[in-house]
């Protein structure tokens, strides 16, 4: 048990919860032992001097040693943080590596493309080192150095954002030259616009006989990608992951950005930065990724990892080398950590362990509650009390519709609502069923879905239930418009839920005079109810919206099928 110095008595001292037996002795300025042995005399409290009391004994104890004590509101671990962290001044900020993803449609070279930065790089450098999957790693170009994030994709990227963890600094965009801009290329270019990150077109596969990179600026332009050879502002790159051609040219690119961007941090703070991955490793216990944003890591260091606290213990960078300490961009591998924290947690490097423990008990704490209570995102429902409460200024809206046909005059009739104090914005617009990809953004932006004669996948929806975001169902241009004019204006007729209660499959229509078509179906999921609403999908496309009329199972009417 630490020396506790006696301070001179006040007669009025200002608390926030939680309060350990350590800090009100230190408040005080009585010993801890005193504390603790009135503690267990006269409150029958058997406390240790790291533990947590009460409202009503720390005011009791308050009264018997003549101080007055007011409680300040508890402040968030969010909050602690921030006062930790005091802003830097603009003498101390160093130029710092740009942090890089690549995000792209699938099988159009991001791994391949990384892989052969990566080796390059490794070739050249002398020792030859092999790298470790570390989660992210770093190379040197000409003097300069780059930090690449190791899982490509735009899902892990919004993923890491929604939890608070923007680390991207450039995204590069790969698009293959022989296939041009797909489904998953225009939510690539959505995701990074609203995280508000610069893109470098990645023209890949210019080996290919086929390639044809002029249609696909012609298709990047019309996604508002304006390629500079054509005076716009977005830099594309044609290379190859085959041959290596062009890969030197993207990174030059990628540094140009990030020098327009002019990347700073202070290297002479304590460290914060986010997780990009952590495990628990035999023999090295909590190992955490993390990738330093601001300042520079030191072992034994103390830090906070989201909920998890402890020393730095030791340090591994991505080519397996064990180091003292660490600046801005820089990916590591710490061990250290108590428990194991997720990617996409925030670290922060603190003074004192006491407050490490505090903060990280706090985030447990909130943990526990997220998990308890749903998340709360804006929906159409709640939209106007946040606007009242002037919590909002925008709309934000994803669009996902059956045909390409459907979607300009959607969006333009939405817009159309928008008012002098709420505009409308659109972040992503495609085709095809809700994805998980739409109610990640959605989930990091703050957005509300809007599924115009599509349906949504099932893993999609229950990461939308789980994390709060609101999917709406529309067939009709004007009933959506309507919809979201009557949110804005508080008028919205509280909606009639949409709940799944089954799902089944047509494994036949059958045609029967005077009745019409009847649907011979298997029953996958779930019930089918006489009388319930159904939504027939053909290829994630919504054919046909209605009740079940009648019910038969074999030869006879029921109510319900299971
Ligand atoms: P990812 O899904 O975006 O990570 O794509 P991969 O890197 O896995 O590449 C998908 C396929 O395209 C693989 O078969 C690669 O060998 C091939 N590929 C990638 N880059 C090139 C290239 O520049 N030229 C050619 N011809 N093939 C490529």
Same mark, same amino acid.
């Given at each position: 048990v630490r020396k506790v110095p006696v301070k001179k008595k006040e007669t009025r001292i200002e608390l926030a919860l939680p309060v350990s037996v350590r800090d009100l002795s230190e408040r005080l300025g009585v010993s801890a032992s005193d504390i603790i042995r009135r503690l267990m005399l006269e409150h029958q409290i058997r406390a240790n001097i790291n533990q947590h009391l009460d409202k009503e004994v720390v005011e009791l104890l308050g009264i018997q040693y003549g101080v007055e004590i007011i409680f300040r509101e508890p402040k968030s671990a969010g909050e602690m943080l921030k006062e930790l962290t005091p802003p830097d001044r603009p003498e101390d900020l160093k130029p710092r590596p740009p942090v890089v993803t690549l995000l792209g449609h699938v099988d159009h070279g991001k791994t391949s493309i990384l892989d052969r930065i990566r080796h390059t790089s490794v070739a050249a450098t002398e020792d030859g080192g092999i790298t470790q999957a570390i989660g992210a790693w770093q190379i040197s170009h000409k003097g300069r150095t780059l930090t690449f994030i190791d899982t490509p994709g735009h899902e892990a990227f919004t993923a890491m954002r929604a939890r608070g963890a923007q680390v991207t600094d450039v995204v590069i965009l790969v698009v293959a030259a022989d296939d041009g801009v797909m489904a998953q290329t225009e939510e690539a270019i959505s995701h990074a616009r609203a995280a508000g990150v610069p893109i470098v077109v990645a023209l890949n596969k210019m080996d290919k006989p086929e390639a044809s990179p002029m249609r696909v600026l012609q298709q990047l332009a019309s996604h508002g990608l304006n390629p500079e050879e054509w005076g716009g502002q977005v830099g594309c790159v044609r290379l190859s992951a085959l041959t290596g051609q062009g890969i030197d040219d993207l990174i030059e690119r990628v540094l140009l950005e990030a020098e327009l961007l002019e990347l700073k941090a202070n290297p002479e703070r304590r460290a914060n930065g986010a997780v990009l991955e952590a495990r628990m490793e035999e023999g090295r216990g909590v190992v955490a990724t993390v990738i330093v944003r601001n300042g520079t890591l030191k072992n034994g260091d103390i830090m906070v990892c989201g909920p998890a606290y402890g020393h730095v213990r030791s340090m591994l960078t991505d080519r397996g080398e064990e180091i003292d300490s660490t600046g801005p961009s820089t990916p590591v591998a710490v061990s250290g950590p108590d428990i194991v924290p997720e990617a996409g947690d925030t670290f922060a490097v603190v003074e004192d362990l006491d407050v490490a423990r505090n903060i990280a008990q706090m985030q447990r704490g909130r943990l526990e509650q997220e998990r308890r209570r749903p998340r709360t995102h804006v929906t159409l429902e709640n939209l106007y009390?946040?606007?009242?409460?002037?919590?909002?200024?925008?709309?934000?809206?994803?669009?996902?519709?059956? *045909?390409?046909?459907?979607? =300009?005059? &959607?969006? @333009?009739?939405?817009?159309?609502?928008?008012?002098?104090? /709420? #505009?409308?914005?659109?972040?992503?617009?495609?085709?095809?069923?809700?994805?998980?990809?739409?109610?990640?953004?959605?989930?990091?932006?703050?957005?509300?879905?809007?599924?115009?004669?599509?349906?949504?996948?099932?893993?999609?929806?229950?990461?939308?239930?789980?994390?709060?975001?609101?999917?709406?169902?529309?067939?009709?241009?004007?009933?959506?418009?309507?919809? *979201?004019?009557?949110?804005? =204006?508080? &008028?919205? @007729?509280?909606?009639?839920?949409?709940?799944?209660?089954? /799902? #089944?499959?047509?494994?036949?229509?059958?045609?029967?005079?005077h009745v019409g078509s009847v649907a011979g179906c298997y029953v996958r999921e779930g019930q089918v109810r006489r009388g319930g609403r159904v939504r027939v999908l053909r290829s994630g496309v919504v054919v046909h919206e209605g009740a079940v009329a009648s019910l038969r199972r074999g030869k006879n009417d029921v109510r319900e099928v299971d």
């Open positions: 009390e946040s606007l009242a409460a002037g919590q909002e200024r925008h709309l934000r809206m994803i669009l996902k519709a059956d *045909v390409q046909g459907s979607i =300009e005059p &959607l969006a @333009e009739s939405l817009k159309g609502v928008g008012t002098d104090e /709420v #505009s409308l914005r659109i972040l992503h617009q495609g085709v095809g069923s809700v994805n998980v990809s739409d109610v990640l953004l959605a989930d990091a932006s703050d957005a509300i879905i809007l599924a115009f004669r599509v349906g949504v996948e099932d893993r999609a929806r229950t990461l939308a239930k789980d994390r709060g975001v609101d999917i709406r169902h529309y067939r009709v241009i004007y009933d959506a418009a309507q919809a *979201v004019k009557d949110a804005l =204006e508080g &008028l919205l @007729e509280p909606e009639l839920k949409e709940e799944k209660v089954g /799902v #089944s499959e047509v494994r036949q229509v059958f045609k029967i005079s």
